[in-house]
């Protein structure tokens, strides 16, 4: 301490202590986790307990001498594992249970009589102690509903992928063909109309005095065909485009101003529009362009093209936001995609897009300042390319596929930032993020059209259509994940989810603080897996901790029910010498308990088998069969099992083959014989790992995660030529992940498209006490090898932070052995080779022998995994 002397924090006091005084100040019972010193003299410091309470200790003194303690408690925090003050009363306070805050001080306090304000949430996943992979919107792609944090911190977290759209309002439309959003006068910030176009009717929406939307009319307007276009012009005028005709409208009284009729014997194809201008395209390849006067429209420019012309645009994305000079057309036959100038209409780039399927959509756009060209086609393609405002040259040419039906590009704005919205069977948003584009795919089914629409009743929000209905619904924030928290106030260990009943059942436990002791309550609990709320609660006993928790279902028995494991951990016991096997059915929302079964020990895991039930028990592994008793209820019975183990923690089953992870005896491998009804050891690794986690990737290679932070496989050797050889498992994998994994599970994070190649690679999902949730992917052996050479051409490019070796790191390492990692590849590290400047893609491309655009390729797909 800068004022000498030390001080020593207990449970119930505070003492200071050195060679000229002693004080001491009695404190309420707790557990101190965390310190921060507030002053540069040492004489005030902000304390956090094991409940998130944030008290300040001030050492009172005169010149050099202490003269006396005094502790205050100051409001509720996090679980804080850091505390650091930066100055002027905010702190920040780091939290391993639960997210990290960025606190104030204040000198008064609140209605609560806290003097904590917070000022900023840093998500914080760890520790996941247990995650459940689930589809709850049922589109095929998978969410992961963590039990995340500890003590009063602990809460579940609904991870998942892509972009939510919260919908407001919908009404049923069939056979919507295009949507625009119009203002009333041109500096309003709010739309006013939504026009809708059908196949030969255009109807219009707008929003009324009680926020519904409601059919009006903009008389100016030609209502008996399809709206090919329409856009607010400046000066107050909308445009609107048909197939005989444009129409320039008065936004404010609604009246025709003037029109442009297509020659007689041609009809419009396709038209864009801005501010101050008007592109189409009728049959026969002609191109017109016109521009917007006051009251007046002008045919500036008109010429023939060789080909038919498939879509036009012309976003302003130069200086001037209502003027553009370049044009892009996309184009039949040639499969070609052009940019024009204009008021000139002359040709400046032309860029054949190879293939039979024409472009469908094209979008002149820019994002952090950088413009691009993107280009969709019928067969869910997309192409971008950088675009040259000032000579329209493109360049940097790449495609992604966004899914198998035609794509229309059309541009929105969320939190002052323009994104673009690609509307296909898989709707996607393309967003920018350190100059590099990303797709993040939104939690809607096939959508046909969208367009921003900004009413007071629903801001910054989006009308889309979709499959015989339009709808109005907010964006969430554009970014690659999205987590919501559900605090419980208590620390889930265990979470299952069952289909059947649409619920989540939980193994929790509370703190409970009485005036004398602490006590921990345990509990299962059934929540709904919309809302998330507690429906039904079975507390357990004294001592009695939930270990496992599974939805299954048994032979001849069509109920599916909800088994929990337990163990009475009592405080004089080493190891749990009892526990219980609890059988519940959901009934009316409510856990009903059917049966139970004692144990000899905590039951470590459950699995759903054959109709029957195995349990790991301690040292054992039991399978029950479950019984009708002659009075109709059922009781689970013991039918077989297995010695031989330390503690059997983790058991996963595949047919009739276990896996069994062990305290320290690693892997081993059993087989349940039918004919004699018993269970027997096939297999083991003989060596000794501490396991976290195991997995079965496929019906001969097992995964498994220990203690030292690694990774590794192993192989059954099934057709080994001795039976000592058949009776090892072979590890065939090594890799140091570098956190401690507490759980897999089967799935994936994306909708796999049945069409590309990621469609078809496996995926494991793990999570980690930092709160990292990883993929493991089990990739087809020719893409290991290609995947493999880039990362070694990828190390010697870039460095480790710090100058560490990435072989070192990623080097197999525990107490006994080091080890290079083998049939492991680090996909952070593959992925980053988009970042990477393009004179170093083209170094590794040289060395590889393969084009940038393939490489790209890819790695693209790699990152369609996760």
């Known amino acids: 301490m800068p004022l000498g002397g030390v001080i020593i924090i207990g449970e119930e006091t505070i003492v200071y202590c050195s060679a000229a005084a002693f004080k001491a100040i009695p404190i309420r019972p707790s557990i101190i986790r965390a310190y921060g010193r507030v002053d540069a003299d040492g004489s005030r410091y902000l304390l956090s307990d094991n409940a998130g309470l944030l008290h300040l200790l001030v050492i009172t003194h005169e010149r050099e001498r202490v003269t006396g303690l005094k502790i205050e408690h100051l409001g509720e925090t996090s679980v804080a594992s850091t505390i650091s003050y930066l100055d002027n009363a905010v702190v920040y306070v780091g939290s391993s249970y ?81 949507l625009w959003s119009l203002r009333s006068s041109t500096n309003d910030q709010y739309d006013t109309f939504l026009v809708v176009s059908f196949i030969s009717e255009t109807r219009i929406l707008a929003m009324n005095m009680d926020d519904e939307l409601e059919e009006t009319e903009i008389e100016g307007f030609y209502a008996q065909a399809q709206t090919l276009f329409c856009y607010n012009a400046m000066h107050d005028q909308l445009v609107q485009v048909t197939a005989n005709s444009v129409r320039l409208v008065s936004s404010t009284s609604r009246e025709l101003l003037d029109q442009w009729n297509a020659p007689s014997g041609f009809s419009v194809n396709v038209a864009t529009a801005n501010a101050s201008q008007v592109l189409l395209a009728t049959g026969g390849g002609h191109l017109v362009y016109i521009e917007i006067g006051n009251d007046k429209l002008v045919e500036t420019k008109h010429i023939q093209l060789d080909y038919e012309i498939s879509c036009l645009d012309i976003n302003p994305i130069g200086k001037n936001s209502h003027y553009s000079s370049l044009a892009a057309v996309g184009m039949w036959t040639d499969i070609s995609v052009r940019i024009f100038s204009l008021p000139s209409l002359e040709l400046l ?31 869910g393609h997309l192409f971008n390319f950088l675009l040259n405002t000032s000579t329209g040259e493109l360049s940097n040419r790449k495609k992604v596929s966004l899914g198998t039906q035609p794509i229309t590009l059309r541009t929105f704005s969320s939190k002052d930032t323009t994104h673009v919205f690609a509307a296909s069977d898989r709707p996607t948003v393309i967003y920018s993020s350190n100059k590099k584009l990303l797709y993040s795919n939104v939690n809607l089914k096939e959508v046909s059209h969208i367009c921003p629409f900004n009413s007071a009743a629903f801001p910054d929000s989006l009308a889309i259509a979709k499959e015989g209905e339009l709808s109005i619904g907010a964006i969430d924030d554009i970014q690659k994940l999205h987590i919501r928290t559900i605090p419980l106030g208590e620390h889930a260990r265990r979470i ?30 059934l929540l709904d897996d919309q809302s998330f709320e507690f429906i039904s609660t079975y507390p ?35 190891e749990p010498s009892k526990g219980r096997i609890l059988v519940f059915v959901v ?43 002659d009075d109709g209820s059922r009781e689970l019975q013991s039918e077989c099992g297995h010695h031989g183990h330390i503690l059997a923690l983790y058991v996963q089953t595949r047919g009739d083959f276990i896996i069994v992870g062990d305290l320290m005896k690693s892997i081993s491998l ?4 039918h004919e004699e009804g018993a269970i027997e050891e096939l297999a083991r690794d003989y060596n000794a790992n501490w396991m976290t986690a ?35 498992l072979e590890v065939v994998g090594e890799y140091h992940l570098g956190e401690f994994v507490n759980r897999f599970r089967h799935g994936s994070l994306v909708m796999r498209l049945p069409d590309s190649e990621a469609g078809h690679i496996p995926t494991v999902i793990f999570g980690t006490v930092n709160g990292v949730i990883g993929v493991v992917a089990s990739l087809p052996h020719d893409q290991y090898v290609f995947l493999e050479k880039l990362q070694s051409n990828l190390v010697k490019v870039l460095k480790g932070v710090g100058g560490f070796s990435h072989e070192q790191w990623r080097s197999f390492n525990n107490e006994k052995k080091t080890v290079d990692c083998r049939n492991f590849l680090d996909g952070d590290l593959i992925e980053s080779f988009l970042d990477l400047s393009r004179s170093r893609m083209d170094e590794i491309s040289k060395a590889m022998g393969v084009s940038v655009e393939e490489l790209c390729k890819r790695v693209e797909e790699l990152t369609r995994l996760h």
């Open 694 to 728: 195991v997995e079965i990737l496929d019906d001969d290679i097992y995964l498994g995660a220990e203690n030292n932070f690694n990774l590794f496989t192993v192989r059954k050797n099934s057709d080994a030529a001795t039976d000592e050889e058949r009776g090892r």
């Open 587 to 629: 009934e009316d929302g409510k856990l009903q308990l059917i049966a139970e079964k004692e144990t000899k020990g905590a039951v470590y895991s459950l699995n759903a088998f054959n109709g029957k039930m195995l349990a790991a028990i301690n040292q054992k592994i039991q399978l029950y069969k479950w019984m009708l008793r």
């Open 98 to 178: 639960g997210d990290s805050q960025l606190i104030k001080l204040n000198l008064q306090p609140d209605a609560k009589g806290s003097y904590v304000e917070v000022l900023e949430r840093y998500v914080n996943l760890g520790p996941i102690v247990d995650f459940c992979v689930v589809d709850l919107e049922r589109q095929g792609q998978g969410q992961v509903v963590t039990c995340s944090g500890a003590y009063k911190d602990g809460s579940l977290r609904i991870v998942r992928n892509g972009i939510g759209i919260n919908e407001q309002a919908s009404v049923e439309l069939q056979g919507i063909k295009g």
């Open 349 to 379: 780039t032309k860029e054949n897009l190879g293939g039979e399927i024409i472009p469908r959509s094209v979008l002149l756009c820019t994002f952090e300042g950088v413009s691009y060209l993107l280009c969709a086609l019928g067969d």
């Open 540 to 574: 357990l006993d004294t001592y009695e901790y939930g270990c496992s928790i599974i939805s299954c279902s048994f032979s001849d028995d069509n109920n599916v029910y909800y088994c929990v494991g337990t163990a009475y951990v009592l405080p004089e016991e080493n």
């Open 670 to 673: 059993l087989l349940y014989k």
């Open 496 to 525: 299952c989810h069952q289909e059947q009943s649409r619920t989540f059942a939980i193994c929790s436990l509370k703190n409970c603080q009485t005036s004398t002791e602490e006590a921990e309550m345990h509990f299962v609990r």
